[in-house]
């Protein structure tokens, strides 16, 4: 039995399990890609199951619902943009435009402040212990720090 005659015989269950196939190759395969891809056989199945439509135009059913499924795909992938939490290397960047207090007074230029629970060394203008700083940057794992004028609020 050739390829031909198996896919005569199967018809539109040809095109289901190739979107079942495609959807356990996205489960075992990093990325969300394959997906959109098995939605679009599923759908050509399914229209094949309704409308018994020949191989020709079951390819170019495939080719066309293919291009808006994967399109719906980059779509919700680009809606959801970047979390809350900054990932462990960036953490600093999370901080910058906050107020925080000092806990060790920042001293011909560095000190430590008070981060949630954490203590960071502070890199700025003098300031007294219990005083206020504000965040304007960052350079590795230090804070680079202003006096702020503002009480701080716990932003960690």
């Known amino acids: 039995m050739n390829a031909s005659e198996l896919y005569t015989l199967l018809g539109h269950w040809t095109w289901i399990a190739v979107g079942v196939v495609l ?12 997906i959109w891809f ?11 199951l309704v409308f018994t439509l020949t191989l020709s135009i079951e390819l170019i059913a495939f ?7 994967v399109a719906l795909g980059y779509w919700l992938r680009k809606g959801r943009g970047q979390s809350a939490r900054p990932i462990l290397h960036e953490r600093a960047e999370a901080y910058i435009g906050k107020t925080f ?16 629970d954490t203590l960071w060394i ?13 965040v304007f940057g960052s350079q590795g ?9 503002e009480s701080p609020v716990d932003q960690a």
């Open 63 to 69: 080719a066309v619902i293919s291009i808006p499924t």
């Open 122 to 134: 502070a890199e700025g203008d003098d300031c007294a212990e219990g005083g206020t700083v504000k």
């Open 101 to 116: 207090v000092v806990i060790e007074a920042i001293e011909n230029g560095k000190g430590r402040i008070s981060v949630g």
């Open 141 to 149: 794992n230090v804070l680079l720090t202003t006096t702020a004028l």
């Open 38 to 48: 098995a939605l679009a056989a599923l759908v050509v199945g399914i229209l094949d």
């Open 23 to 34: 959807a356990i190759l996205e489960i075992l395969l990093p990325g969300t890609f394959l």
